[in-house]
């Protein structure tokens, strides 16, 4: 339970993170009882629940902070509806009178909405609204959703993606969309229930006290809340599988060693709440992805720190080495130098005790997710490590450009794992190959291991045929 304690204290640290976004491509901090979906539609409605407006949202701002239930949040099909943002299958009345495609759910949102929504007028205009049973037939007159002679929605636009209907811009079955709802309260600076805190903070009431079930938490050693269900979506949106996970009911259930779950592990409610969201932030914010393996190191304070996997270019950053000296020794030995201020500016303000984590995760199905590795460091082992695999390592690399200038950019360092991954079995490797290379080369940064002789036996064997490579690509592999 060490890696989910530390990420515990990861998010307890990171508090202030909450919400916030620092590119379109990253997850925030979600608040716990919390995750995010893709949004296509966004209808406005007053605190009445009156219709006022829709549009298609753009791509790039598609992004939504959403309420749910453990078992909304990590459902793989139909019956667990979000408490307030979904999909037109069960926001929509309508839905099937409209030539939905799938089953309906509307009853059960209608019910899971309707419980809450006295909590908050936001929740309640939303419920004033859907129980109309014209979400749809609002979003054809307002010409969101598109439907055909038959007066049904249409499956695809026949028109060119430019001249298509914007709603097919982003989506292929319209009927699937995703709708997220902005409520227009007179005197209210905060119309996106995406954005509303106040919002936030009562579904996560209301939720925590309908819980009534509590166990023994191994990560605290408290009785808290039990967690039914742990969260998914750790690498992406669409990400379905766990890192702890239950669901036999008969048969072989825990190999007669338990008769129950809770007796195997016991987590609390907010515990995994607060960890998963602090590993998926972790993820999408410093994490190195190739396909499913997702690997991140981080401090349990939230201070900075460089990443393990890059090399030296990318740690200093491309955007501050715009030198113009001719002397390509030179500036690879500054850029050494460099490198190791960089490090000591880290040592300075992570200290010697500060907490680091070096964590891999890896999934062989949809369903089940592993952890490949996992170091827990003091900050000065960290960099101290760090900068021993870049000393110990360093070999003169000329592959890299300056994205302003255009020229090459000498510099002395390791290459990053996964350079090292293609210069020994080629840019083309396979993809498992690659992730098997880099999680064994893990060892070698943190643990002082050698590179393995396979890695180097094969990387001197291409190095030696290089007739058939492109010039960059020798270069490349030279280095």
Same mark, same amino acid.
């Given at each position: 339970?060490?890696?989910?304690?530390?990420?515990?204290?990861?998010?307890?640290?990171?508090?202030?993170?909450?919400?916030?976004?620092t590119?379109?491509?990253?997850v925030?901090?979600?608040p716990?009882?919390?995750t995010?979906?893709?949004?296509?539609?966004?209808?406005?409605?007053?605190?009445?629940?009156? &219709?006022k407006r829709?549009?298609v949202?753009?791509?790039d701002?598609a992004?939504?902070?959403?309420?749910?239930?453990?078992?909304?949040?990590?459902?793989?099909?139909?019956?667990?509806?979000?408490p307030?943002?979904?999909?037109?299958?069960?926001?929509?009345?309508?839905?099937?009178?409209?030539?939905?495609?799938?089953?309906?759910?509307f009853?059960?949102?209608?019910?899971?909405?309707?419980?809450?929504?006295?909590?908050?007028?936001?929740?309640?205009?939303v419920?004033?609204?859907?129980?109309?049973?014209?979400?749809?037939?609002?979003?054809?007159?307002?010409?969101?959703?598109?439907?055909?002679?038959?007066?049904?929605l249409?499956e695809?636009s026949?028109?060119?993606?430019?001249?298509?209907?914007d709603?097919?811009?982003?989506?292929?079955?319209?009927?699937?969309?995703?709708?997220?709802?902005e409520?227009?309260?007179?005197?209210?600076?905060c119309?996106?229930?995406?954005?509303?805190?106040?919002?936030?903070?009562?579904?996560i009431?209301?939720?925590?006290?309908?819980?009534?079930?509590?166990?023994?938490?191994?990560?605290?050693?408290?009785e808290?809340?039990?967690?039914?269900?742990h969260?998914a979506?750790?690498?992406?949106?669409?990400?379905?599988?766990?890192?702890?996970?239950s669901?036999?009911?008969?048969?072989?259930? &825990?190999?007669?060693?338990?008769?129950?779950a809770?007796?195997?592990?016991?987590?609390?409610?907010?515990?995994?709440q607060?960890?998963?969201g602090?590993?998926r932030?972790l993820?999408?914010r410093?994490?190195?992805?190739n396909?499913?393996?997702?690997?991140?190191?981080?401090?349990?304070?939230?201070?900075?720190?460089?990443?393990?996997?890059?090399?030296?270019?990318?740690?200093?950053g491309?955007?501050?080495?715009?030198?113009?000296?001719?002397?390509?020794?030179?500036?690879?030995?500054?850029?050494?130098?460099?490198?190791?201020?960089?490090?000591?500016?880290?040592?300075?303000?992570l200290?010697?005790?500060?907490g680091i984590?070096?964590?891999?995760?890896?999934?062989a199905?949809?369903?089940?997710?592993?952890?490949?590795?996992y170091?827990?460091?003091?900050?000065?082992?960290?960099?101290?490590?760090l900068?021993?695999w870049?000393?110990?390592c360093?070999?003169?690399?000329?592959?890299?450009?300056?994205l302003e200038t255009?020229?090459?950019?000498?510099?002395v360092?390791?290459p990053?794992?996964r350079?090292?991954?293609?210069a020994a079995?080629?840019?083309?490797v396979?993809?498992k190959l690659?992730?098997?290379?880099?999680?064994?080369?893990?060892?070698?940064i943190?643990?002082g291991?050698?590179?393995?002789?396979?890695v180097?036996?094969?990387?001197?064997?291409?190095?030696?045929?290089?007739?058939?490579?492109?010039?960059?690509?020798?270069?490349?592999?030279?280095?």
């Amino acid at each position: 339970m060490s890696w989910i304690q530390k990420l515990y204290e990861t998010y307890n640290n990171c508090q202030s993170m909450i919400g916030k976004v620092t590119s379109e491509k990253d997850v925030p901090l979600l608040p716990i009882c919390h995750t995010t979906n893709k949004a296509q539609i966004e209808i406005v409605i007053d605190n009445q629940g009156n &219709f006022k407006r829709a549009r298609v949202v753009p791509k790039d701002d598609a992004r939504t902070i959403i309420p749910c239930t453990e078992s909304s949040g990590g459902r793989t099909s139909g019956g667990a509806p979000h408490p307030l943002c979904d999909k037109l299958q069960y926001v929509a009345k309508d839905y099937a009178k409209y030539g939905g495609s799938k089953d309906s759910y509307f009853t059960k949102y209608e019910s899971a909405i309707e419980k809450w929504c006295t909590s908050h007028p936001k929740a309640l205009a939303v419920f004033e609204y859907i129980k109309k049973g014209r979400v749809i037939e609002d979003l054809i007159t307002y010409k969101v959703l598109i439907t055909g002679d038959d007066g049904k929605l249409i499956e695809k636009s026949v028109k060119k993606s430019k001249e298509a209907p914007d709603i097919f811009k982003v989506l292929k079955d319209q009927s699937e969309a995703f709708i997220r709802w902005e409520i227009e309260i007179p005197n209210d600076k905060c119309s996106k229930v995406w954005e509303d805190k106040s919002l936030w903070d009562s579904w996560i009431n209301y939720y925590s006290n309908i819980k009534q079930k509590k166990t023994l938490c191994y990560v605290t050693g408290k009785e808290l809340l039990d967690a039914e269900q742990h969260p998914a979506k750790l690498r992406n949106d669409k990400d379905k599988a766990k890192l702890i996970s239950s669901n036999d009911a008969s048969g072989f259930t &825990f190999r007669g060693r338990f008769t129950n779950a809770d007796q195997a592990c016991g987590v609390g409610f907010e515990v995994t709440q607060k960890a998963h969201g602090a590993l998926r932030w972790l993820l999408s914010r410093q994490g190195y992805r190739n396909g499913d393996q997702a690997i991140v190191a981080w401090a349990t304070s939230g201070a900075e720190i460089p990443d393990p996997l890059a090399d030296p270019l990318s740690i200093l950053g491309e955007d501050t080495l715009k030198s113009d000296d001719s002397d390509n020794v030179s500036v690879a030995q500054n850029l050494a130098v460099k490198l190791r201020q960089k490090i000591a500016g880290y040592k300075t303000n992570l200290g010697d005790t500060s907490g680091i984590v070096v964590m891999g995760i890896d999934s062989a199905t949809p369903g089940r997710m592993a952890i490949t590795f996992y170091r827990e460091l003091t900050g000065s082992d960290f960099l101290e490590r760090l900068e021993k695999w870049h000393d110990t390592c360093a070999w003169v690399h000329d592959y890299r450009y300056n994205l302003e200038t255009k020229k090459r950019i000498i510099f002395v360092g390791a290459p990053a794992p996964r350079d090292t991954a293609e210069a020994a079995f080629g840019n083309k490797v396979d993809d498992k190959l690659k992730k098997a290379t880099v999680e064994r080369l893990l060892p070698c940064i943190f643990d002082g291991q050698m590179i393995p002789h396979d890695v180097v036996d094969s990387a001197v064997r291409r190095a030696n045929n290089r007739a058939g490579m492109e010039e960059w690509n020798g270069i490349k592999l030279l280095a």
